[in-house]
């Protein structure tokens, strides 16, 4: 009995078609798809090796032991194996996938100033899958995503090397390949996700306020992560991480261009679509209600002029057409100005955003007097009671309001804007 099992552990560990449990590829070793070998992360959790759809080869990594097979990577996504003939192995100081002709059609390109130690390709136990040698990461699958964020994986830039990690759709649901939408971040004083269809942009993710994206308010609800937002010198990057192991989670674009948090539970045994944006086309899409205009659901028509403003074309706004927005009815003085607060609101772009994180409220509102060009202000952080002066100083544009959600924005009005007004049944107007 001990011989045969002392036999049997031997073909597992040594027997290259059966070494499918191990996570690491050497220079002498090689995945492909007749040998049928895949790599698994520590934990079980992600798998790594060749899939075929739509007639086609891929490598890619999946879920392991989910009921439902879902994709999380894709290295070839637009360069497929036509037929069942493919390679993945160490070639040189690159990982490269090879087809039936020994052809590459994925490599990691890299070059290498020290060549002296080997280089062994590692699935890592978040889904990380990476190349090293003695020095650390030469390469890293987290830096180059398809489709998805996982936990630890980063979206937004690396300031050091100017890589600008992003994400881009599938073009079907069979069709890996790259598609139609993509979710990248733009660099500014305050930065900020967009969804884009092509060359138009979608759907904006509001500024970062500590918390949250003031745009997805719902993805500060799951007790069972922590989020991070991280600017500074070195990079400009959001990622979250998962305090239950047991709970998967990650951030998707799909092919028809929704931007969603998915979770799988183990009582469940199915991906919920816990939010998704946009979901509701009457505010959530892209400067919808025009400059100096807000979305609110909870209005009829949903867009709204900000106080102090009047549509700026009377008969599109009565058309239900909103993009010209709102223009000021009285004209700023620079002196003797004011403002009105609008509270849970999703913040203006910030294109012409200028922010100082060392100054409060007073001071901001201060600072914001004293620019003619400021049109607005708000914390920069809600967090400990709000923290941080952000300023506008052009146009407002892409504002939103939320029952409960967002935050406090200051809009500056002229005084006599600033005055309630009522109509001739006793309604408070603007």
């Not at 390949?177 to 969804?195: M, T, V």
């Not at 899409?285 to 009829?300: E, K, V, W």
């Not at 700023?332 to 772009?349: A, H, Y």
Request: with cysteine; net charge neutral; proline share 4%.
């Amino acid at each position: 009995t001990f011989s045969f099992l002392l036999v049997f552990v031997v073909m597992i560990l040594f027997h290259p078609a059966l070494s499918m449990y191990f996570n690491t590829l050497s220079s002498t070793e090689s995945l492909s798809i007749s040998n049928n070998r895949t790599l698994l992360s520590p934990g079980n959790v992600f798998e790594l090796g060749f899939f075929r759809t739509n007639s086609r080869w891929y490598l890619g990594m999946w879920y392991k032991e989910l009921s439902e097979k879902t994709y999380v990577w894709v290295a070839n996504r637009d360069n497929p194996l036509a037929n069942a003939i493919g390679t993945l192995k160490i070639s040189g100081n690159n990982l490269v996938v090879l087809d039936h002709s020994n052809k590459s059609v994925w490599s990691t390109n890299l070059t290498r100033e020290n060549e002296r130690s080997p280089v062994v390709a590692e699935l890592l136990a978040n889904g990380n899958f990476v190349m090293r040698d003695s020095s650390g990461f030469l390469w890293q699958s987290f830096d180059y995503p398809t489709d998805t964020l996982l936990p630890e994986m980063k979206l937004g830039y690396d300031l050091k090397t100017g890589l600008n990690r992003f994400l881009i759709s599938w073009r079907s649901l069979d069709d890996p390949s790259s598609g139609n939408f993509s979710y990248s971040l733009e660099k500014r004083e305050l930065p900020e996700f967009y969804l884009y269809k092509g060359d138009f942009r979608v759907h904006r993710s509001g500024p970062w306020n500590g918390i949250a994206f003031s745009g997805i308010p719902e993805d500060q609800q799951l007790s069972y992560m922590v989020y991070n937002f991280t600017e500074n010198r070195d990079e400009a990057a959001y990622t979250f991480r998962m305090t239950n192991s047991s709970i998967y989670s990650k951030l998707t674009i799909n092919s028809e261009g929704r931007f969603q948090r998915l979770t799988w539970t183990p009582s469940s045994g199915a991906w919920n679509v816990f939010w998704s944006s946009p979901v509701n086309p009457e505010c959530d899409l892209y400067m919808i209600c025009g400059p100096y205009a807000y979305c609110d659901l909870n209005t009829s028509p949903s867009c709204n002029c900000i106080q102090g403003f009047n549509p700026g074309d009377v008969q599109q706004w009565d058309l239900r057409d909103w993009t010209s927005g709102c223009i000021r009815r009285t004209r700023l003085r620079c002196s003797g100005d004011g403002f009105t607060r609008m509270k849970n609101m999703k913040l203006p772009e910030t294109t012409m955003a200028i922010v100082d994180r060392s100054i409060g409220m007073k001071e901001c509102k201060k600072r914001c007097l004293s620019d003619c060009n400021c049109t607005a202000f708000a914390n920069a952080d809600v967090r400990n009671g709000g923290t941080g002066c952000a300023i506008w100083t052009a146009q407002l544009d892409d504002v939103r309001n939320y029952g409960a959600d967002g935050q406090d924005l200051y809009v500056r009005l002229a005084a006599a804007d600033l005055v309630k007004r009522r109509n001739a049944n006793g309604k408070i107007i603007s």
